[in-house]
C-alpha cells in the first residue's frame, strides 16, 4: 500500500509517499526564501509559488525516482489549519488527481500530522501526551488513542514560532528568526539576563503567553549597547526561559493527567537545546519523551502521508463526491470527521 502525501498548509510545498512495507520512501520539500525580505509570510505569494511548487515537485519524483503514481492506492492532503489560499491550492490539486487516477482522498489535520510524526519512526504507545510547537501553534494535547483528542494548554497570544520570530526581528534577525536565535544563543553565556516566565502563578495553568515574555525581551534590548556578544547572550537568556515555560508546563500536564510520555512535535522540537532540556528533564521525572526525527519536524509531507495511510486503514476521512474540504482553523480535537 502506497500514499502519496500532499502539504501545503503555510509556505513549504512538500510531496511525500508513505510505503506501507519500506516506509517513507519519498519525501520532498519546496521552501519558498521570497517572505524573508517581507519579514514574514505573504499568503497571496505562498499560494502563488505552492502552485509552481507542487508541479515541480511531481514532475520531480516521477522523473528522480522513477515512481509510477498509477502505483498510489490513496491520496492524503492538508486540509487545515493553515493559511486559506495555500490550504486551497493543495486540496485542489489532491481532489484533481484523485479524481483522475479514480483512488481515494483523504482530508488530513495538519497538526495531527505533526502530532503523529514521532510515530513515523518510534513505537508509542496510547495514550501519551503532546506538545505542539511551531510557528501558528502552541498547545498541549492528550491523545487517549488514534483520533481522539484533547487539548489541555493553549497559547492565549503569539505562538511559540511566532515569539521567535518577533525577537529576531527586534535583533535585526531576518525572517525566519527561530534558526538564526538558536545559533546566536549556543555563542551566549547561560543566565546572562533575568526574563520573566509567563503564565505560572497558577500551578495548575497549562495554558501558556508569549506577549509579556516579548515585551521583556524587547525591553531589554533597547536598553543595552548591543554587540556581538550581547546579541548571543539575549538569544540564550529568551531560549532558557521559553524552555523553562514548557518544561514547567509539561510537567502540570504530567501531574493533572498521570500520564508519563510526552511527544514533543512541531518545528520548533528540532531546536537543540530544547532537545538536550527536554532528555534531562526525562531522566529527572521518569518520563519518556519523544521527538520526530528532525526531517519531520518542520512542515513536511512525510507526516501527512504517515497520518493518511493510518486514517486509511481505519477508513477515516474519506472524501466524496469531488467535494473539496479545507478549514484554516479545523481544530485537532475534531479532526476525524464524517464526510
Known amino acids: 500500500m502506497k500514499i502519496l502525501g500532499i502539504e501545503t498548509s503555510c509556505d513549504d510545498t512538500g510531496i ?16 519558498q526564501k521570497i517572505h524573508s525580505k517581507y519579514g514574514g509570510v505573504v499568503p497571496e505569494l505562498a499560494a502563488k509559488n505552492h502552485v509552481s511548487n507542487i508541479e515541480f515537485l511531481i514532475k520531480k519524483i516521477s522523473l528522480n525516482y522513477k515512481f509510477d ?3 498510489i492506492d490513496a491520496i492524503a492532503y492538508t486540509a487545515g489549519p493553515g493559511l486559506l489560499k495555500s490550504l486551497i491550492v493543495g486540496s485542489t490539486f489532491g481532489t484533481s488527481l484523485s479524481y483522475f487516477l479514480d483512488i481515494p482522498l483523504i482530508a488530513i489535520n495538519h497538526m495531527e500530522g505533526h502530532l503523529l510524526s514521532p510515530l513515523i519512526t518510534k513505537k508509542i504507545d496510547f495514550p501519551f501526551l503532546c506538545l505542539l510547537i511551531s510557528g501558528g501553534h502552541t498547545q498541549l494535547v492528550v491523545a487517549k488513542k488514534f483520533g481522539e483528542y484533547k487539548i489541555i494548554g493553549d497559547t492565549l497570544d503569539d505562538a511559540i514560532g511566532e515569539a ?5 526581528n527586534f535583533l535585526g534577525l531576518k525572517y525566519p528568526g527561530g534558526e538564526k536565535i538558536s545559533r546566536l544563543a549556543k555563542f551566549g553565556i547561560p543566565k546572562s539576563y533575568s526574563l520573566p516566565i509567563p503564565m505560572i502563578k497558577n500551578k495548575k495553568d ?5 506577549s509579556g515574555l516579548k515585551t521583556a525581551t524587547k525591553n531589554l534590548i533597547t536598553s ?18 521559553v524552555v523553562k515555560m514548557l518544561l514547567i508546563k509539561c510537567k502540570r500536564a504530567i501531574n493533572f493527567t498521570k500520564i508519563n510520555r510526552i511527544c514533543v512535535s512541531g ?33 513536511n509531507a512525510a507526516m501527512i502521508a504517515y497520518a493518511g ?3 486509511f486503514k481505519k477508513k477515516k476521512n474519506f472524501q466524496k463526491n469531488l467535494e473539496i474540504f479545507f478549514d484554516p482553523n479545523w481544530s485537532i480535537e475534531n479532526s476525524h470527521k464524517n464526510f
Open 164 to 168: 521567535f520570530d518577533k525577537v529576531a
Open 206 to 210: 497549562m495554558n501558556f503567553s508569549f
Open 309 to 311: 495511510y493510518l486514517h
Open 224 to 241: 543595552v549597547r548591543i554587540t556581538k556578544k550581547v546579541k548571543s547572550n539575549i538569544c540564550r537568556s529568551f531560549q532558557e526561559t
Open 267 to 299: 518545528g520548533v522540537s528540532s531546536n537543540s537545546f530544547l532537545r538536550k532540556s527536554f532528555k534531562s528533564f526525562a531522566n529527572e521525572t521518569n518520563t519518556k519523551i519523544f521527538f520526530a526525527n528532525k526531517e519531520y519536524c518542520t512542515d
Open 16 to 31: 511525500a509517499v508513505y510505503d506501507e512495507k519500506k516506509k517513507i520512501i519519498i519525501n520532498e520539500l519546496r521552501k
Open 69 to 71: 503514481l498509477n502505483k
